[in-house]
């Protein structure tokens, strides 16, 4: 991880109130799908604390990095109002990714099921990537809200991708879950990797559990430092050790790792 | 020009360290930051046993501040002394050691397993937590436990012993006043600033733990009015902290008495934040002359 100062190479809308932000990674090494950065939104002090935000695509060739994300606050809002060629001061990659934590006996399974809600889209759709680069034929679904809050204009046509809204307005009418329970032809021998609500979240976790699919999520929590010092962004984790930091021990989990609330 | 700070036998390279909590045990932040050029590392609070931690969320971002319960989660002094120790021992900068417990003895057992530690330069007694044994009564808001307590610990250490303030209090001098009778070698301040923040869509406190502990530039003015009252209570040197985000706001606190600042929550907005102070402080001294640290003070 290293802090560095880039440009801003892209910022354009892609949902309503979702955006994505491209700029110049100008360190060495490689962010993988599951890691994020912090941004320093500003020189004020409110908002204060850098904003962490998962890495969504990553082009080698041209050394640039995204990140997908949603106007939901302060700095998110400012984030948005952004221009290209403006200074952003960023903090990465941080946390552990897919690939770090993903077991070899689940990365050679057949069947690839990512799972994104909302704002957990960018990361999956990095990891789609990542799986279809490693010639896996991953499965991605998406559940929204509705028809407006799908980002249409990033989603690569050569992943096999499924669509589900809440109110049928694009796609499969159900949540995810409904939509993987719906599909018995998805066997066990699957992996389910999700990133999105806690509810979406833990769904996905019972689904894969009932079904003898092993399930990864990624997760997202308040954080202060980002670096696995300040113990403020933890999560609880059945057995021994109680709590996780989520972004060091995290942000990716084995989804039987998690104690659900 | 000499940057160097004096607490007790400790004499530390610049007046610039990291406050606990927010730095960990040093190394999660060696990547970010060159540690040696810090003035001193102020550890995570340690316990005896491991604890781990409040429920979550515990942390919640409010105006140019922010509010934890963190729950003083850390791995106990014997896990401290496997996990953490080895790398603290490669560092040549002053490692302070935060103790924090619920009784006198769990202080006592902090500082008999670690006090024969080379690379442990000092402790810091974080005396914010509540004394089961007094009724959930704060140590540091009652001047004879703060007395006592700091007693007791100095009769096991020749190593600086630093006391943590709690801005919780009527007259935080009062309690400076006990610690320097106990024994103290310096006192830092301030603690967090008790706050809250409630959801009122859910009509419940954001943090489970409901009142929580504020930081960040919100309460440097508390911290700043803190050293300035403490530097004039005590002759024992002061460390000022709370809400330092530049170089100028360090040096609010040493004109007001301080002679040492550790950085916190700006450590979060930028890892490389006491370096740009320490530089700050130097930069400073060029300009008006001081040859000192000491220099700061008597302007006020």
Redesign the interface.
């Known amino acids: 991880m290293k802090q560095f100062i880039s440009q801003i190479s892209d910022l354009q809308s892609v949902a309503e109130g979702y955006y994505r932000l491209d700029f110049q990674w100008l360190i060495d090494t490689v962010p993988r799908a599951g890691q994020f950065l912090t941004i320093k939104i500003g020189n004020s002090t409110s908002p204060l604390l850098r904003r962490p935000f998962a890495i969504s695509s990553f082009d080698a060739s041209t050394s640039t990095a995204s990140i997908i994300f949603q106007k939901r606050g302060k700095g998110t809002e400012l984030l948005s109002v952004m221009k290209p060629g403006d200074d952003i001061d960023i903090l990465g990659p941080l946390g552990n990714s897919f690939s770090r934590i993903v077991s070899e006996e689940d990365e050679s399974k057949e069947n690839h099921i990512v799972v994104a809600g909302g704002i957990g889209t960018g990361p999956m759709l990095y990891l789609a990537d990542e799986l279809k680069n490693n010639g896996k034929n991953p499965l991605l679904i998406i559940g929204c809200r509705t028809r407006d809050l799908v980002p249409y204009s990033v989603l690569d046509n050569s992943i096999n991708t499924v669509i589900c809204t809440d109110d049928g307005s694009a796609g499969f009418k159900g949540t995810v879950v409904d939509y993987m329970r719906s599909n018995p032809g998805l066997d066990s021998n699957s992996v389910i990797y999700s990133c999105g609500p806690e509810p979406m979240l833990k769904g996905c976790q019972l689904f894969a559990d009932e079904t003898g699919k092993s399930s990864y999520v990624s997760l997202e929590q308040m954080m202060a430092c980002g670096v696995g010092a300040c113990m403020g962004c933890t999560c609880e984790t059945r057995g021994e050790k109680q709590y996780a930091r989520v972004c060091k021990d995290g942000p990716v989990f084995a989804g039987g790792e998690i104690k659900w609330t | 020009m000499d940057l160097t700070v004096k607490i007790g036998s400790l004499t530390m390279s610049n007046p610039v360290g990291t406050a606990s ?4 045990f040093g190394e ?2 060696g ?2 930051i060159d540690l040696s050029q810090l003035g001193a590392i102020y550890t ?1 609070a340690l316990t005896p046993e491991p604890r ?2 409040n ?7 409010t ?4 509010l ?1 319960s ?1 729950g003083l ?1 850390n791995p106990g002094v014997d896990r401290f002394m496997s996990e953490k120790v080895p790398f603290l021992e490669t560092l040549k900068t002053s490692v302070i050691l935060n103790v924090s417990g619920s009784t006198e003895d769990d202080y006592r057992k902090v500082l008999e397993k670690t006090d024969s530690l080379s690379c442990i330069d000092g402790y810091e007694i974080n005396i914010s937590c509540p004394n089961v044994k007094h009724g959930g009564l704060a140590f540091g808001t009652d001047p004879r436990q703060v007395e006592t307590l700091t007693a007791s610990l100095r009769k096991m250490t020749d190593k600086p012993l630093i006391l943590k303030l709690t801005p919780n209090v009527t007259d935080i001098s009062v309690i400076a006043k006990a610690a320097e009778a106990g024994g103290a070698d310096a006192v830092s301040c301030i603690n967090t600033v008790r706050g809250m923040v409630i959801d009122t869509r859910k009509r419940k406190s954001v943090i489970p733990a409901g009142i929580a502990g504020l930081s ?3 309460v440097r003015p508390v911290g700043v009015a803190a050293t300035y009252t403490v530097s004039r209570a005590v002759s024992i040197p002061v460390i000022g902290l709370g809400g330092i ?1 530049c170089a100028d706001d360090a040096i609010q606190y040493l004109l007001a008495g301080a002679s040492a600042v550790q950085v916190g ?1 700006g ?6 934040l006491p370096l740009k102070v320490s530089g700050g402080i130097s930069a400073y001294m060029n300009e008006n002359g001081f040859e000192k640290i000491i220099d700061f003070h008597g302007f006020l």
């Open positions: 909590g927010t730095f960990g999660e932040y990547e970010l995570k781990p931690g429920a979550v969320p515990r942390l919640v971002e105006p140019s501040g922010i934890n963190i989660a960040g530039p919100a985000m929550t450590l979060f907005v930028d890892p490389q």
